[in-house]
């Protein structure tokens, strides 16, 4: 299984809970009937729209409509579910074992519906030996934690066959959440997710940007254990990732927080010195959609072939995902672009310590030594040696050494 795939288990527990047991017994034998699902599609599309090229129409609370929660867990909380994962995997790549803890606090700012809460569930209990979970569920509609507590609470008893030493518990506040208004929470959490929630917050209002800081600053002060967490993802819009990215520099600038990743250092986004407004850094992983998005995208016409989204993990230890890579020789990379193959030459988009630069490898230049090159994907980190700069590029010459570090 790829760490993206979706259980099976939990897509069944959520066409039950939409649907209807019969529905839920048609899915376990293969293709649920479109009839079925055409009322939920319409739905889906209506707020896929929103969420992208009607944003200022986004009702405030719009999961308190059951449609519009309906349509959340069948098709937006399967898509966002492996994004939690590959964060939490990415941690699970620290050498220290940062996940590997007998008890584990989670607090899931603008939880929805539990997106971020249900994954992670699954990912502690199947991938480490965690032995007890906490989670606290915060949103301002509570007819979306109502949603939120049914369902981690259902999967929670479906995962105890196969852990069945693992508690788990849930507390779920009902609050609209603002820089200086944190209160109700309370303790020290290990992981802390706000997964698509900071786009939302102070939307459109001036200074919003600055206020997202403070807000990641301030969750940070009150809430973050020591050797804990926080972690960010958000829509991989130009837009949103952009904003994220200059929330980013403000955290770093202003606070004891560090970038554990993407980036694999803490100065300020090279991207946003030297790129251009076209440019945004954000992630996309190969997965496979489960069964009633790839029917919901047919009768949409959305493609949702790739999961793509914005990411930013913060620590306050100092610890970095490249401790993971430090054996590597020379200076390090990760890819915040695609490669691109022309005839002759192949480049990609690279960013380092202090730097954004295109990287250029000319077919004739190609050796043995250089040759890790060509496999760089997008999220790839790779060390490179010997490059020679140019003006407006980095050269892979002859004499270049590069190593990508392992998945
Ligand atoms: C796009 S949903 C994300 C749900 C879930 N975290 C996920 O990634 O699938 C954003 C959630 O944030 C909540 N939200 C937005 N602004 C909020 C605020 N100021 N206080 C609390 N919750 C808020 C909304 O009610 C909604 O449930």
């Not at 802390?192 to 206020?211: H, K, Y």
């Not at 960010?232 to 929330?247: D, K, Y």
């Not at 954000?282 to 998005?293: K, L, M």
């Not at 480049?347 to 250089?370: A, Q, V």
Request: charge should be neutral.
């Amino acid at each position: 299984m790829m760490i993206t795939d979706f259980p099976p288990e939990l897509e069944r527990l959520i066409v039950q809970r939409t649907l209807g047991e019969e529905a839920a017994r048609q899915f376990e034998q293969g293709l649920l009937p479109n009839r079925v699902l055409a009322p939920l599609a319409r739905a889906v599309a209506e707020l896929s729209a929103r969420f992208t090229t009607e944003r200022n129409l986004l009702p405030a609370k719009y999961t308190d409509s059951k449609a519009a929660r309906a349509a959340y867990l069948l098709y937006f909380l399967p898509a966002n579910f492996p994004k939690t994962a590959l964060l939490l995997d990415e941690l699970a790549a620290h050498p220290d074992s940062l996940l590997q803890k007998e008890h584990i606090r989670i607090l899931d700012l603008g939880s929805g519906v539990g997106t971020a809460t249900v994954s992670a569930l699954n990912y502690l209990a199947r991938k480490t030996q965690v032995r007890s979970i906490e989670a606290v569920a915060v949103d301002s509609s509570a007819e979306a934690l109502a949603e939120c507590r049914s369902l981690a609470t259902e999967f929670a008893q479906l995962l105890e066959d196969e852990s069945p030493n693992l508690s788990f518990k849930l507390a779920t506040i009902v609050k609209s959440l603002k820089v200086d208004s944190l209160d109700g929470i309370n303790g020290s959490f290990d992981i802390i997710i706000a997964s698509n929630l900071l786009n939302e917050l102070f939307s459109g209002q001036e200074g919003s940007l600055r206020d997202r800081a403070r807000f990641i600053k301030s969750v940070a002060q009150k809430f973050l254990a020591a050797d804990g967490s926080i972690l960010i993802i958000e829509p991989s819009l130009r837009s949103t990732t952009r904003e994220l990215q200059m929330v980013r520099d403000l955290v770093v600038a202003e606070s004891e927080l560090n970038i554990y990743s993407p980036c694999l250092f803490d100065d300020l986004c090279p991207m946003l010195r030297e790129g251009t407004e076209r440019d945004w850094c954000h992630s996309a992983y190969p997965w496979h959609r489960p069964q009633t998005i790839k029917q919901i995208d047919q009768m949409i016409g959305n493609r949702k072939e790739s999961l793509k989204f914005a990411y930013m993990i913060f620590r306050r230890d100092g610890k970095q995902l490249r401790d993971a890579v430090s054996n590597l020789p020379g200076s390090l990379w990760r890819a915040v672009g695609d490669m691109q193959t022309e005839k002759g030459r192949s480049f990609i988009y690279l960013c380092g310590e202090g730097s954004y630069r295109r990287h250029t490898l000319l077919k004739r230049d190609r050796t043995p030594e250089n040759r890790a090159f060509e496999d760089i994907e997008r999220g790839d980190i790779a060390s490179i040696s010997g490059y020679i700069e140019k003006e407006k590029e980095t050269r892979i010459g002859r004499e270049t050494t590069v190593t990508k570090a392992k998945e």
